[in-house]
C-alpha cells in the first residue's frame, strides 16, 4: 500500500519569496510521484510528475520538485511566488501494482501575502 | 484539445432524496475515467474508476454507484442521499494506457449539500 504525507497543512509567504512543500511517501517499488494544485472552489490542476530519470522535474509556472529515493520525498518548490499560487498543493503517488489507484496527500494551503 | 464538463456547478438536495451527478469528456477516445470525492478542507479519495464502457470499478462504499454509459460520459448517483455525502464531487479523466493513473485532468467539480 502506497502512502503519501504532507508536513505542513499551511504556509504563508510573501511575494517574491520562494517556496518549499515538503512531501514524502512509502512504498517499495515503482511509483510515480506528482503534484497538483487545487485554487478554491475548482479542480485540480496537473503541475509535475516524476517516474525516473533526472530526479528534478520542471513544472508550469515555475514550479519544480526534487525526487529523492533515500529520503523517500518529492519535495515542490519555486523560487519567487506570486500571489496567484495561492491555492492549496497536493501530492499524489500512485504505484504500478496498484493499478489506477492516485493517492492523494491532506493537501498544503498556500498563501502568498502582497 | 481535450475537455471536460462536469454538471451540476453546485446542488442542494435534501437527505433521503436521489442524485445524479455527470461527466463528459471530449477530444479523448477510450479514456479512463474517475469519481473522487473531497470533504471541505479535505483531501482527496478515489470513489470510482472506469477503463471502459460498461465497466465500473468501486474503490470505497460510500452508498453511491457510478456508471459508464457511453465512452465519453461518466455518472455519479444515488437513491438516498445521507448527510454524509456533503462536499466536493470530482470527475478526472487519464489517457488510458498502462500506468495511466500518473496523470490526472479534473472537472471543475460538484458542490453537493446535503440537508
Do not use: M
Not at chain 2, 32 to 43: E, H, K, V
Not at chain 2, 71 to 88: A, N, Y
Amino acid at each position: 500500500t502506497q502512502t503519501v504525507s504532507q508536513s505542513d497543512a499551511h504556509v504563508t509567504v510573501f511575494e517574491g519569496d520562494s517556496v518549499e512543500l515538503r512531501c514524502n511517501y512509502s512504498y517499495g517499488g515503482s511509483i510515480y510521484l506528482s503534484w497538483y494544485i487545487q485554487h478554491h472552489g475548482h479542480g485540480l490542476q496537473f503541475l509535475l510528475k516524476y517516474y525516473s530519470g533526472n530526479p528534478v522535474v520542471q513544472g508550469v509556472n515555475g514550479f519544480e520538485a526534487e525526487f529523492s529515493k533515500s529520503d523517500s520525498s518529492f519535495h515542490l518548490r519555486k523560487a519567487s511566488v506570486h500571489w496567484s499560487d495561492s491555492a492549496v498543493y497536493f501530492c499524489a503517488v500512485s504505484a504500478s501494482s496498484a493499478g489506477n489507484k492516485l493517492t492523494f496527500g491532506i493537501g498544503t494551503r498556500v498563501l502568498v501575502r502582497p | 484539445a481535450q475537455t471536460i464538463h462536469q454538471w451540476p456547478v453546485a446542488e442542494i438536495k435534501a437527505v433521503g432524496s436521489p442524485l445524479s451527478l455527470g461527466c463528459t469528456i471530449k477530444g479523448k477516445s477510450s479514456p479512463n475515467l474517475y469519481w473522487y470525492w473531497q470533504a471541505t478542507g479535505g483531501t482527496l479519495q478515489q470513489l470510482f474508476y472506469s477503463i471502459t464502457v460498461g465497466q465500473v470499478e468501486s474503490v470505497v462504499q460510500l452508498n453511491l454507484s457510478a456508471s459508464r454509459p457511453k465512452d465519453d460520459q461518466f455518472i455519479l448517483s444515488t437513491e438516498k442521499l445521507l448527510l454524509s455525502h456533503s462536499g466536493f464531487y470530482l470527475c478526472a479523466w487519464s489517457p488510458g494506457q498502462a500506468f495511466s493513473a500518473e496523470t490526472l485532468y479534473f472537472g471543475s467539480g460538484t458542490r453537493l449539500t446535503v440537508l
